[in-house]
């Protein structure tokens, strides 16, 4: 399974939120190169960057510490967060990401969305299924939609998608567990997906339960931040 850390920014700092929620942030360090480069120094590959002003704004805004992460580690980046156009798609590689990440975008301009799967390949574009309930979220979780997961989903993968992250907003930053259920019905909905899980991971049981699903990946944030999992404890899960 592989291991991925994530950095959240807001005004270029490293921050982690509640459920989402804005108003319950927190900054854990004023500098995510330091933060990344320690990922990396542990033996970390990969590295998950959510772009949070982006994400509710009208486009990209912390490309250039996706910059200075990409030329400072030789970490594989997923940047999510503000790929609202081609041009902020074009920004996102060309400062360094390795994937980048579609949620909103694929709810609301599908069409652009696939364009993006065929132009790019679906190595390099992945789909973003927040959800809140059963139906998927949207700028950056602000908003709800009416479309529903799984049939979301499905409708993706039928397209050629092959990985997604899935995020279950009502479990993200609480530090009480993963949604295991709804990982699990995906698994064997679609089994072909890549399936990163995301969202309250909070201790090795966390991990153990969906290194039991065959999930692809996992995402780990605050867990991290607060202690709870050490770098070298999840080196040990580290495909």
């Given at each position: 399974?592989h291991?991925?850390?994530?950095?959240?920014?807001?005004?270029?700092k490293?921050?982690?939120?509640?459920?989402?929620d804005?108003?319950?942030?927190?900054v854990?360090?004023e500098d995510?190169l330091?933060?990344?480069?320690?990922?990396?120094a542990?033996?970390?590959k990969?590295?998950?960057?959510?772009?949070?002003?982006?994400?509710?704004?009208?486009?990209?805004?912390?490309?250039?510490?996706?910059e200075?992460i990409?030329?400072?580690?030789?970490?594989?980046?997923?940047?999510?967060?503000?790929?609202k156009?081609?041009?902020?798609?074009?920004i996102a590689?060309?400062?360094g990401a390795?994937?980048?990440?579609?949620?909103t975008i694929?709810?609301?301009?599908?069409?652009?969305?696939?364009?993006?799967?065929?132009?790019?390949?679906p190595?390099k574009?992945?789909?973003?299924?927040?959800?809140?309930?059963?139906?998927?979220?949207?700028?950056?979780w602000?908003?709800?939609?009416d479309?529903e997961?799984?049939e979301?989903?499905?409708?993706?993968?039928?397209?050629?998608?092959?990985?997604?992250?899935?995020?279950?907003?009502s479990k993200?930053?609480?530090?009480?567990?993963?949604?295991?259920?709804?990982?699990?019905?995906?698994?064997r909905?679609?089994?072909?997906?890549k399936?990163?899980?995301?969202?309250?991971?909070?201790?090795?049981?966390?991990l153990?339960?969906?290194?039991?699903?065959?999930?692809?990946?996992?995402?780990?944030?605050?867990?991290?931040?607060?202690?709870r999992?050490s770098?070298?404890?999840?080196?040990?899960?580290?495909?």
């Amino acid at each position: 399974m592989h291991i991925i850390p994530a950095i959240d920014l807001i005004d270029g700092k490293c921050v982690r939120l509640t459920q989402g929620d804005y108003a319950q942030k927190t900054v854990y360090n004023e500098d995510p190169l330091a933060v990344a480069q320690a990922f990396a120094a542990a033996g970390l590959k990969k590295l998950h960057v959510v772009d949070l002003d982006g994400a509710r704004g009208g486009g990209i805004v912390n490309h250039r510490v996706l910059e200075k992460i990409a030329t400072g580690t030789a970490l594989e980046i997923d940047w999510g967060g503000g790929i609202k156009s081609d041009e902020d798609l074009r920004i996102a590689f060309e400062s360094g990401a390795h994937q980048v990440t579609g949620g909103t975008i694929a709810v609301k301009q599908p069409e652009v969305f696939l364009s993006w799967l065929e132009r790019y390949g679906p190595e390099k574009i992945i789909l973003g299924t927040d959800v809140r309930g059963d139906k998927i979220a949207v700028s950056g979780w602000e908003e709800a939609s009416d479309r529903e997961l799984f049939e979301f989903l499905a409708n993706y993968v039928a397209h050629g998608v092959r990985y997604t992250i899935c995020t279950d907003v009502s479990k993200d930053g609480l530090l009480q567990g993963t949604a295991r259920a709804l990982y699990g019905r995906i698994r064997r909905e679609q089994p072909e997906v890549k399936l990163i899980a995301s969202g309250g991971v909070t201790d090795t049981d966390d991990l153990d339960a969906l290194a039991a699903l065959d999930c692809y990946g996992v995402i780990v944030g605050k867990a991290i931040y607060e202690g709870r999992i050490s770098l070298e404890t999840l080196l040990t899960y580290q495909e």
